[in-house]
């Protein structure tokens, strides 16, 4: 159906460590995979996205990887910093490409 | 450039009564996007437009519609408001199809 799946819900790493979070998206046909990240009171803003005609994409500490025949995706965030504490959604269009679904969202929290 | 902009910030309604919200995207974006975000259920998506028509629809009431004018502003109603309105109401704007959707700081409707 209409969905996109993420897990974990909440994920607590140490400062340093690297924290992954995992998408599977339903829609055969989807093309394009964002990731937001949401700050406590703040609206939701894009860090990175992928498109479905590559497998890998970084920017810096951050990593997104497609699996197009699993239908699956998934961010990495290496050398975690206590501002990388937000909640995570990852998204996926359905049916339409301009029909975005979010994931249910990760919470990740630094320990100093 | 402006942002994406929401008014107004905050509302509290009584059950039963009727809310309109605006969103006024970035210039130049066409696209316009609804979510209702709460604690429990992450971001739904609500409807979509694009140059004045409705393109996609989420599984909400027919108690929730919106429309988009010339300019591309939006505005969605609620009618018959119930407790379980009560959320935060983010739009997004994009310039094509898909791309990244800037999100505004959401109208956060309290119904008492």
């Known amino acids: 159906g209409e969905n996109v799946e993420q897990h974990p819900s909440t994920l607590s790493v140490q400062e340093g460590d690297s924290a992954v979070i995992k998408c599977t998206y339903s829609?055969?046909?989807?093309?394009?995979f964002p990731w937001y990240k949401q700050e406590l009171g703040k609206r939701p803003q894009l860090i990175i996205d992928?498109?479905?005609?590559?497998g890998e994409k970084k920017d810096q500490r951050i990593a997104v990887t497609l699996n197009k025949t699993a239908k699956h995706f998934s961010l990495h965030i290496t050398e975690t910093q206590p501002e990388d504490s937000a909640v995570y959604f990852c998204?996926?269009?359905?049916?339409?490409?301009?029909?975005?679904?979010f994931g249910s969202g990760t919470r990740l929290s630094i320990r100093p | 450039k402006a942002g994406v902009t929401q008014t107004p910030r905050y509302l509290i309604k009584t059950r039963g009564q009727q809310v309109t919200l605006s969103c006024s995207p970035i210039?130049?974006?066409?696209?316009v996007s609804w979510y209702q975000q709460t604690p429990g259920q992450g971001l739904q998506f609500l409807f979509e437009?694009?140059?004045?028509?409705?393109?996609n629809k989420g599984n909400f009431p027919g108690r929730f519609s919106g429309r988009q004018f010339s300019n591309s502003r939006s505005e969605m109603n609620v009618s018959t408001l119930e407790l379980g309105d009560s959320a935060l109401y983010l739009c997004?704007?994009?310039?094509?199809?898909?791309?990244?959707?800037?999100f505004g700081q959401g109208t956060r409707l309290t119904v008492v």
């Open positions: 992928i498109r479905s005609n590559v």
């Open positions: 997004a704007s994009s310039y094509g199809t898909t791309g990244e959707a800037f």
């Open positions: 210039s130049g974006h066409r696209s």
């Open positions: 829609d055969s046909a989807s093309n394009y």
């Open positions: 437009y694009f140059s004045e028509t409705q393109r």
């Open positions: 998204a996926a269009p359905y049916s339409s490409a301009s029909k975005i679904i």
